[in-house]
């Protein structure tokens, strides 16, 4: 079946350290996998993904690593700034087509 | 170029009553998808529309339906209104294309009272 798991589902970090949230995915057939930043009453905006094909990719502060064979796939932030406080959302979906199954959601603060 | 736009942004409905929620996706887009969220269940997936077909269906009853027109656009209709409704509902587009990735947009938050 489908099903993401997210954790830690809350994370407190002092600015300048990094962040880690893993998720864990169930479908074999998922090929894609989305990074989302949600910030309190505004929509979801894509941070960074990866693709089946790849294992790591990184994008200035952020980076993604994904493990196919144990179906994980993990966010860092480095360099964390109070900005970056928002809720984080994986997803696991395909290469085609607009369906993702998200993960809980883990609420990342930055103190300052 | 614009993003996922959606209509209304704020409405309050009734219980028993139903409401339609339209979607227009980034130009050149031709999948359209919609999204609960809430507190207490999270995002979770309703449907997807390809070429005014739906093409994937998540697990919510059949008082959740949606349609989508030769333009793309799409709406989204609850009938029966339950007090458990109430929840942001966001739309999201995407080319289809390979590699495609997911735009959402801001989304209609909805009240059932």
């Known amino acids: 079946g489908e099903n993401v798991e997210q954790h830690p589902s809350t994370l407190s970090v002092q600015e300048g350290d990094s962040a880690v949230i893993k998720c864990t995915y169930s479908d074999s057939a998922s090929n894609y996998f989305p990074w989302y930043k949600q910030e309190l009453g505004k929509r979801p905006q894509l941070i960074i993904d990866?693709?089946?094909?790849?294992g790591e990719k990184k994008d200035q502060r952020i980076a993604v690593t994904l493990n196919k064979t144990a179906k994980h796939f993990s966010l860092h932030i480095t360099e964390t700034q109070p900005e970056d406080s928002a809720v984080y959302f994986c997803?696991?979906?395909?290469?085609?087509?607009?369906?993702?199954?998200f993960g809980q959601g883990t609420e990342l603060s930055v103190k300052p | 170029k614009a993003g996922v736009t959606q209509t209304p942004r704020y409405l309050i409905k009734t219980r028993g009553q139903q409401v339609t929620l339209s979607c227009s996706p980034i130009?050149?887009?031709?999948?359209v998808s919609w999204y609960q969220q809430t507190p207490g269940q999270g995002l979770q997936f309703l449907f997807e529309y390809f070429s005014e077909t739906q093409r994937n269906k998540g697990n919510f009853p059949g008082r959740f339906s949606g349609r989508q027109f030769s333009n793309s656009r799409s709406e989204m209709n609850v009938s029966t209104l339950e007090l458990g409704d109430s929840a942001l509902y966001l739309c999201?587009?995407?080319?289809?294309?390979?590699?495609?990735?997911?735009?959402f947009g801001e989304g209609s938050w909805l009240t059932v009272v």
């Open positions: 990866i693709r089946s094909n790849v």
């Open positions: 130009s050149g887009h031709r999948s």
């Open positions: 997803a696991e979906g395909y290469n085609q087509g607009g369906k993702l199954i």
């Open positions: 999201a587009s995407s080319s289809d294309g390979a590699g495609n990735t997911i735009y």
